[in-house]
């Protein structure tokens, strides 16, 4: 099951949701790891943008909670902005500030709604003989800010969404690149009797960090010309 809600609006169109969340990064004392809260938002709005983005969605509008005070809202914000600028999409924004209670550690919540025509949703849509690959490196925490050259970055994850011969994409998360192939799988209809990869396949991805595709093999030099040494292919027995 994909991090996205469907809902039927109208005539063919449907309401699409997706949201991330953020607790204890940033820049108060009890924060597990620092981090401008610019930076903050820019990964929590990166993670819900992509989600909607990569089942063939617009987003119309980012709803941001914010827990950390009123005065970090416009730093927020401004993250929020940077990550839709990298996309090429003016985004409105709204949302709330905690200021009845003063907090001990930061946390955000992005929440993402769009809006896609039924037929045109990028998912189930890969056949059996399609070829898998993870571009990028799962990271989280502290790796993210260090290591930020072995992440996929977002003007990589827009060439990604416009490549013909692409049939999904599915930003990997928390779970890891094992869970969400399994999912991309059962989704089509599948499943794999065993996998490798040269990366660690229950390592959290983080703020996605790393992007799961379905491709035709005629594109595979393609796609490792833009994305170059983040390309791991995955080798599947199905």
Known sequence: MRDVLFLPLYDNIELVVAADGSAAIGEK?????????NVVAYFAARVALMEVLSVGAKPH????QNFVNDEAWETLCSGIRQTC?????????????????PTLQSAVGITVVGTIQAERKRIGITPPDA???????PLVGDEVLKRKERMLSLSLFRKLLNQTGIYELV?????????ELQQLLHANGFSA??????????ASSGPATSLL??????????????????????????
Do not use: T, W
């Open 213 to 238: 595709i379905s491709y035709h093999s005629h594109i595979e030099e393609e796609i490792k010309k833009v994305a170059k040494d983040l390309f791991f292919p995955l080798e599947l027995r199905l």
């Open 85 to 101: 600028d990298e996309l090429r999409m003016d985004v409105p924004i709204v949302g709330s500030s905690e200021s009845n209670f």
């Open 61 to 64: 509008a980012v709803v941001l």
């Open 193 to 202: 009797s065993s996998c490798s990869c040269a990366l660690p396949l229950s």
């Open 29 to 37: 004392e009890m924060d597990a790891v620092r981090a401008p809260y």
């Open 171 to 179: 930003p990997i998360g928390s779970k890891g690149i094992a869970y």
């Open 131 to 137: 070829n898998f690959a993870v571009i990028g490196e």
